[in-house]
């Protein structure tokens, strides 16, 4: 007589949800990303653990939800963990240890109510910002090159401190950054405006580098160490320019988003700024802009085709 098979369990136990948080971090390919939804399904695995005996489905989930909006945490703080969750599902599902019925995907996600506020800087507070670390000290001279770098070029934190010297490439009578990977493993390529490139080589040649990691660390006796530093570092760095001046504080990804409003101001096509950035959602470029509709001066109406005078 033939064996039936095995039907899924809908109530999971430790080793099962510790099995399936395996596949899930296996299956990430960002660090950071492994370390955000590692924390979201710990997070999860505790406050499951602590119920008795509760089936791994779509009211549970529903309960966890109110739970993390009863701790007052952030919309998007609470859609994180809900995609964290839900890829443990889909892992517990495939390996059989789960019904694949368990309508988990249709659990929905927290609202989020209005619009967070850009923050944005003006050609003379970039100026101002850049001109802080003017000073001639090897410290002062890196740190002037990562600024220009995040400003004039838009990388994201963990793009820079993963730059290599060989990076850099001629394209088209071009300095650019070559098959940079970025987020989401997306490739692009990245041009460097002269005053960025000219910021980098004083930098290397102060260090003299020749080739690996871009940016290091500095010692306490003013050496240049081996090693580069975490996206961390930039942070400070960032952080302790701006309060050097009157720009008030600011994150690095400030920096990004006034590069990409820079390039719009200065005629830059949508496109492009699209391809510099890296995004995959052209929606994306536009919230980053901080783009609005005007009607007075509407785009369409001056495109050439209005018939002459008579």
Not at 91 to 105: F, H, N, Q, T, V
Not at 155 to 170: N, Q
Request: with cysteine; glycine share 8%.
């Amino acid at each position: 007589m033939a064996k039936r098979a095995k039907k899924p369990k809908s109530i999971l136990k430790l080793p099962d949800l510790d099995y399936s948080k395996s596949a899930v971090l296996n299956s990430l390919p960002s660090l950071n990303s492994r370390r955000s939804y590692e924390h979201a399904i710990r997070d999860f695995i505790e406050w499951y653990c602590s119920e008795p005996r509760l089936a791994f489905n779509k009211t549970v989930v529903t309960r966890y939800r109110i739970a993390l909006e009863q701790r007052r945490y952030a919309p998007s703080t609470i859609n994180l963990r809900l995609a964290a969750v839900r890829r443990l599902a889909y892992e517990a599902s495939d390996c059989g240890l789960l019904s694949p019925a368990a309508g988990i995907r249709r659990v929905k996600g927290a609202k989020r109510l209005g619009v967070r506020v850009g923050n944005w800087l003006t050609v003379e507070q970039g100026k101002e910002l850049l001109a802080v670390h003017s000073g001639k000290n090897l410290r002062d001279v890196r740190n002037h090159a990562i600024l220009a770098v995040l400003l004039g070029c838009g990388l994201r934190r963990a793009e820079l401190v993963a730059v290599k010297i060989e990076d850099f490439e001629r394209r088209e009578e071009h300095w650019v950054l070559a098959d940079l990977i970025g987020k989401g493993r997306h490739m692009r390529t990245i041009p460097i405006p002269c005053w960025v490139k000219s910021a980098v080589d004083a930098w290397i040649e102060a260090a003299e580098l020749q080739d690996g990691t871009l940016f290091r660390a500095i010692g306490k006796t003013g050496k240049v160490q081996g090693r580069g530093f975490t996206a961390k570092v930039i942070w400070s760095i960032v952080r302790e320019a701006s309060m050097s001046c009157s720009v008030g504080v600011i994150a690095p990804h400030d920096l990004r988003r006034t590069c990409a409003r820079l390039c719009h101001q200065a005629g830059g096509e949508l496109e492009q700024i699209q391809f510099l950035l890296g995004h995959v959602s052209v929606q994306t470029t536009e919230r980053y802009l901080g783009c609005k509709q005007r009607l007075r001066n509407a785009v369409n109406d001056k495109i050439g085709l209005e018939p002459a005078p008579p």
